[in-house]
């Protein structure tokens, strides 16, 4: 009976050292990268949380800055923060609170740089709404109609597709083109709710051009595929 178990034993063996010889460098492998890969995870993770961080004492420094009324030490701490975390989204707030500083200090060209910046460079889709609607504002602001409808002409996130369609309005409405800016006004009417504040102030701009705004609200979206 023993030597039976022996037998069986040493056959099971034998299957054993047949199977890790076969596949022993395959299993090996799928084991490192799959521990490798979980490592490499974490170190990334930590990088990140890492980065915030000091981005978070930088963006603390641009505050003080601003408050101060300081905008060359803003903006040197937002170039620290630009060449060493730009891809952290403290970095983003910055540029953002450097480019309105810069805005109301009548800075134009800095405050369209660190706008530039976050359309091109940012990683976060509504910090870069929010920077092409203000960049947009400044373009506008210097009579660079074309350049500020472009950017407008982007693809927006949804909660801020009817500001973006607000701003060609208001850029068509300068340039003379009623018709335009109506229809953009309209549209944006339309996207926000109906409880939403901003859009009285649109009813306003929608009156001041002839449009009836009760009307355009009773009236009924076409269905899809309708001929018009």
Not at 63 to 77: I, K, M, S, Y
Not at 84 to 111: H, M, N, W
């Amino acid at each position: 009976m023993a030597s039976h178990l022996d037998l069986e034993e040493q056959e099971q063996l034998d299957q054993l050292k047949h199977f890790w010889k076969t596949y022993g460098n395959l299993i090996s492998w799928v084991l490192i990268l799959a521990f490798g890969g979980i490592a490499a995870w974490n170190g990334w993770q930590w990088w990140n949380r890492d980065q915030a961080l000091k981005a978070s004492v930088v963006h603390d420094e641009v505050e003080r800055a601003v408050a101060a009324g300081d905008l060359t030490r803003a903006e040197q701490a937002l170039s620290d923060a630009r060449n060493r975390f730009g891809r952290a989204v403290y970095t983003q707030q910055s540029a953002l609170l450097v480019a309105q500083a810069a805005a109301d200090q009548g800075k134009p060209e800095i405050a369209k740089a660190a706008l530039a910046w976050v359309v091109e460079q940012g990683n976060d889709p509504g910090y870069q709404a929010v920077a092409r609607l203000r960049l947009a504002a400044v373009q506008a602001d210097a009579k660079a109609y074309d350049e500020a409808l472009k950017l407008l002409g982007a693809e927006f996130p949804p909660a801020f597709a009817a500001l973006a369609a607000d701003r060609r309005g208001d850029i068509h409405l300068l340039q003379g083109r009623k018709d335009q800016a109506k229809a953009e006004y309209t549209k944006a009417w339309q996207g926000l709710d109906a409880q939403a504040e901003y859009r009285r102030l649109l009813e306003v701009k929608l009156t001041a051009l002839g449009v009836d705004t009760q009307a355009l609200g009773a009236a009924k979206p076409a269905e899809p595929g309708a001929r018009s």
